[in-house]
């Protein structure tokens, strides 16, 4: 399976505090993507980042990439309740499908 | 704006009956996706279309799943017949142009459930 490892699957934090997950893949890709499931809810999606780029920003959300570590990290800054939800990652593997990590359970307690 | 509508929301059904889901992807949207999610197998892509033609239909589990695209503004995934197995979420998904390089937009899934 190609399927992507997300690290780790589960985290809990304090609101106001910073959340870090991870993401590895296994061979080469075009672009990964970010994205943020609630409860019940479809996917949606967060930020694009292409192989050629090292890091990207969106509001308090900063992805990074490093393709010599097949790896990518997103970080959530000054986490609130309502980033509660869990986290995928999702690589093109340079074809025009995604292949969808196992994703990160994020609790954030107010 | 509409987002991606899927309907019905919750299925019910006992075993050997015919399941069929909707999707009514983004206006202007050229590729549709099929998933499937589970806890044990996580989000599955089943087939995706690219202007209504199946471009790749490698994940579908077996001859008991159809899908259909006859325009740019429906999909159907069709199970027949339905087994327990097939409990699971089943999410439609959209994205402009042919997919690479772009968002998807997700449905809030159909949530089936074989007894």
């Known amino acids: 399976s190609q399927q992507g490892e997300e690290d780790p699957q589960a985290l809990s934090i304090q609101e106001g505090e910073n959340a870090t997950m991870n993401c590895s893949y296994k061979?080469?890709?075009?672009?990964l993507q970010w994205y943020r499931q609630n409860s019940g809810r479809g996917l949606v999606h967060l930020i694009l980042?292409?192989?050629?780029?090292r890091e990207k920003h969106s509001g308090r959300l900063r992805v990074t990439l490093d393709t010599s570590k097949k790896s990518s990290s997103l970080l959530i800054t000054a986490s609130r309740a309502a980033d509660t939800a869990s986290y995928f990652c999702?690589?093109?593997?340079?074809?025009?499908?995604?292949?969808f990590g196992t994703g990160t359970r994020l609790q954030v307690f107010p | 704006d509409a987002g991606v509508i899927q309907s019905p929301r919750h299925e019910v059904t006992e075993m050997g009956q015919e399941v069929t889901l909707r999707c009514k992807p983004i206006s202007g949207h050229n590729s549709l996706f099929w998933y499937r999610q589970t806890m044990m197998r996580g989000l599955e892509l089943l087939i995706y279309?690219?202007?209504?033609?199946?471009?790749?239909d490698s994940g579908m589990p077996e001859d008991r799943f159809s899908a259909k695209m006859p325009n740019a503004s429906f999909s159907t995934l069709k199970i027949q017949p339905s087994e327990p197995r097939d409990s699971a979420v089943y999410f439609c998904?959209?994205?402009?142009?042919?997919?690479?390089?772009?968002?998807?937009?997700f449905g809030d899934g159909t949530r089936l459930s074989i007894l």
């Open positions: 980042i292409r192989s050629n780029e």
């Open positions: 999702a690589t093109d593997y340079n074809t025009d499908k995604l292949i």
């Open positions: 279309f690219n202007n209504n033609v199946p471009i790749d």
């Open positions: 061979t080469s890709i075009n672009n």
């Open positions: 998904a959209s994205s402009a142009g042919q997919g690479r390089n772009q968002p998807q937009h």
